[in-house]
Structure formats: structure tokens, C-alpha cells
């Protein structure tokens, strides 16, 4: 049976009744055997590989290559080390397939992997993958993707299997960026918590004591930045709650509690010196929005 998209055909059994779409998944690390349980959680015949030929969750088939995975279904999920390894991993005939990759890498080679499967017949998915392992399949998983739209149409359904699916566009490279994004934020953020904690941790006061304050804060900057992006949007730097210099100027006291109790306070030395160019370039009585100015340009 095939199903007809409106550029190419997608092999494979239609989803009717109790018969649903089978997946193949190539690659099984943490993350990999989480994608392969969660899809056979969901019902769909499950086919998997992976290099070192270890057997995949219960339920799934082993295939005896890569390329005999590839050929077991019409939906190909890549999760592995880096695009080298997705290199390695895929094989065989790619015509009418949709590979969907949710292997970590840059918009650049998601890109540029997009055009070679779309070389050999298939058609080409990135994702980026928001949770790890434990979440796959759970409510608060959420996977981002882009590339074919329709691919993605015609697959949508098989992939809430592993959390929300969330379709950015066309460019195979967003997903990419937003992941790089995105993770950005978390690893700031956790990294500021990390080094509050140290700072407090310095006067006997334990991370579990502060956490509900660092939430307080954490809420509060999320609300702000409905109004921090139209500002970055109309590059508007006004309608301000502070003052960049007034914002330097707290800035200054956090540094110095830090570094008083002996804590590394490279990060908010950099926040410093980003303000202290703004302040210095005219922008004192701006948003702290305004500090994106120099973020684009360093
Ligand atoms: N774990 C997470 O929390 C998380 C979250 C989001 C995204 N991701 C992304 O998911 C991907 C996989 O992560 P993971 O946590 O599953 O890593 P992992 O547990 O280390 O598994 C790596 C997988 O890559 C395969 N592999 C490595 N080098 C290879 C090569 N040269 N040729 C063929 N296969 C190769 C391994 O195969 P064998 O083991 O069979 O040799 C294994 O299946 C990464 O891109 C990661 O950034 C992970």
C-alpha cells in the first residue's frame, strides 16, 4: 500500500485500524532505545539497529543491518553520536522514505544532510529533541522539527509517539538553531542558578532553602520578555522598568558579593562589561533590551 504525498510517494502500510504505520530506528544509545520504546509503547511495529548490534527494547525487531532497518519501514528515525555517525548508520535505499534525524548538530549539516537524502530519493526531517531520555513519550516532551512539509504531514501523527511535535518550517536548519537556542538559555540559566547557589551557599544557606526564591525570580524574568522581544523586534529600547546605568550599577554589588566570598564570578563580569560598553556607547538611559546591540555585534 503507499501513501501519496503531493512531491513523492511514501512507502509503507497506511495506519488503518489496529495496523499502524512501522518505524525503524537507527541508533541505540540512551536516547535511541528511549525513541524505539516509546514508538512501540504507541503500537507501531518497531524495527531497530544499531552498531554494536546490542538488542533493542522489548517488542522491537532486530534487523541484521542497516540497511535491511532502513527497508523495514517507510519512517527511518536517526538518533545517534553526530552527523559522522549518521554517515555511517545510513544505508541502503532511501527512495520513499522519510528520514527523520534527531541527531544533534548545526543547522549547517542539517542542511546540507537534508539535500543528500533528498540526492538519494527520500524525503528529509531534522529534529531536535527538547528532553532526555526519561521524557521521550511522556506529556512534557516536546520535539521540535523542520524540513519537508510533507514528510512532516504525513508523519505527524507517528511522531507525537515521542512527545509534541512541533513543526518550524521548510529549512532543514531550524530545528537545529532553535535546539542551539534554546539550550543556550537552559545552560545560562542553570548556570546562574549554579553559581546563586554557591553565593549563598557561602553563608550556610542550602541550594534547596533558595530554590523557591530562584523560581520567584525565574517566573518573573520569563513574563518580562513578552516585552523584551518586541523590543528587540522594533529595536525600540524604551518603555523601560530601569535604566541600563541604574541596571550597571546593581551589577557592580553582585560582582563584589561574589567575589568578597571567594566564588567565580566570571559570568556576571561579563554581564558587566556588556553593560559598561552599552552605558558607554550613549545607551544609559535605555532598556537593557538594548544590550542585543552589542551580543549581534561583539
Ligand atoms: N541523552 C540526552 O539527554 C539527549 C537529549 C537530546 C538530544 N540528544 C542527542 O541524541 C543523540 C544520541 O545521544 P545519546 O544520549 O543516545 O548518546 P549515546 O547513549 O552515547 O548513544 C550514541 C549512539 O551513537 C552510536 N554511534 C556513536 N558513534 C557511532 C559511529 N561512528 N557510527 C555509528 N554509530 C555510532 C552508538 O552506537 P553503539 O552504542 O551501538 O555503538 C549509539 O547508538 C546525540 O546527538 C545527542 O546530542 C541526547
Redesign the pocket.
Known sequence: MVRVTSERVISGRVPTGRTKQPVTV?????????LAAAFRRAGHPTTTW?????RGPAGTADAATAAAAVAASPLVAV????Y??????LAGELTGKAVVN????TPEQARVLAARVVERGGEYLDG??????PAIGSPTATVLYSGSPDAFQANDRVLTALGAARYLGADPGLAALY?AALLGIAYSTVTGFLQAAALVGREEVSAARFLPYAREVLATTSASLTAVARRVDSGEHTGLDARLDVRLSAVEHLVHAGQVRGIDTTILEHVRALLAQAVADGHGAADYSAVIELLREP
Request: proline share 3%; glycine share 14%; charged share 15%.
Open positions: 537507527l541508533g541505540l544509545g540512551s536516547m535511541g532505545t528511549a544499531t552498531r554494536s548490534h546490542r538518533c545517534v553520536l553526530d559522522q555517525a549518521v554517515d555511517a548508520v534527531l541527531t544533534t548538530g531536535g529533541i527538547l528532553v532526555t531520555p535546539d
